[in-house]
């Protein structure tokens, strides 16, 4: 049987932590759709907004069922 997994958004400005929860509470906070949380939490979208300190990026928190955790992003 495979590892279940859950996965969490965290959304920073800059070096500010602005929201913490999963993809439809993201959306639901920023006021855009799902699939536009997993874009903004994708290498593409990161790679295009790494130069602005300003801009705002999701970052993926991956937790396994036995409580690991990691970060994926740039």
Known sequence: MGRK???????????ELLFVGNSK?????????IKSVYFMSSPAFHKR??????SKIIY???EDQWG???CKGT
């Open 60 to 62: 993926r928190i991956e």
């Open 25 to 33: 509470e993201m959306a639901e906070y920023m006021g855009i759709k």
């Open 49 to 54: 907004k790494e130069k602005s300190k300003k």
């Open 5 to 15: 997994r859950w996965s969490s958004y965290a959304l920073y400005e800059g070096d």
């Open 68 to 70: 690991y955790e990691g």
